[in-house]
């Protein structure tokens, strides 16, 4: 089984909409969790950090379940620029495990 | 304030060949990290350092040396290049490791012929 499990899409939404991630870990020492994004061949860049009570950051709403090793992230209002692929990211003992990603693409 | 640069960009090599991929940071970050990543595949760990002159094994070390004899230098040194170590090589540095998330520097492309 892999450390991280995510449905790698590819999500195709139209402008507006709204698009919801899902992502299981088996890591039970993992102790923090966040999102990033990538851009084509770019470099992952950090979205969010996902909290225990879950977390807003403007469009953006990330949850974790602890005891399911779930987390979550959902996208209101879908721009064109949101167009990436979404990692999710358990961190434990200095260590960050990446899951291969869900491709998002917004359609105008 | 230039982030985490890599150099070069871009590198191809024969098999057997030796190289060193650089990688600084100008943000005084002490944990320091190497990834590699490949088609369909998640960012893999080679090796990681939490501060200059302590370095560690990540998932994948096979194949691959590293040294951390300052806080701002992180270079991966591939010892006999092979085919299967084509991928994009990533570094990344941090405040305070896995609690505070990475910056990643924009990746070495790396093709071995």
């Known amino acids: 089984r892999k450390e991280v499990e995510q449905d790698p899409g590819p999500f195709n939404v139209p402008e507006g909409a709204t698009v919801a991630f899902n992502c299981t870990y088996s890591?039970?020492?993992?102790?923090?969790f966040f999102w990033y994004r990538q851009d084509c061949r770019k470099e992952p860049k950090l979205l969010m950090s996902?909290?225990?009570s879950g977390n807003e950051d403007g469009r953006f709403t990330a949850q974790l379940n602890r005891a399911s090793q779930y987390i979550s992230l959902l996208i209101r209002d879908s721009k064109l620029s949101d167009s990436a692929t979404y990692l999710c990211?358990?961190?434990?003992?200095?260590?960050?495990?990446f899951g291969s990603g869900t491709q998002l693409t917004v359609l105008p | 304030n230039a982030g985490v640069t890599q150099t070069p960009k871009f590198q191809v090599l024969k098999t057997g060949q030796s190289m060193t991929l650089q990688c600084a940071q100008d943000m005084n970050h002490e944990y320091m990290s190497w990834y590699r990543q490949d088609p369909g595949m998640g960012l893999r760990l080679i090796h990681y350092s939490v501060g200059a002159g302590i370095t560690d094994q990540g998932e994948v070390p096979n194949g691959y040396n590293v040294s951390r004899s300052t806080t701002e230098d992180f270079p991966l040194r591939l010892l006999s290049a092979a085919p299967s170590q084509t991928s994009v090589y990533f570094c990344?540095?941090?405040?305070?490791?896995?609690?505070?998330?990475?910056?990643f520097g924009s990746g070495t492309r790396l093709t071995v012929v």
């Open positions: 990211v358990p961190g434990s003992a200095r260590q960050l495990t």
């Open positions: 890591n039970s020492a993992s102790q923090s």
């Open positions: 990344a540095s941090s405040y305070g490791g896995y609690e505070y998330g990475y910056t």
């Open positions: 996902v909290y225990s």
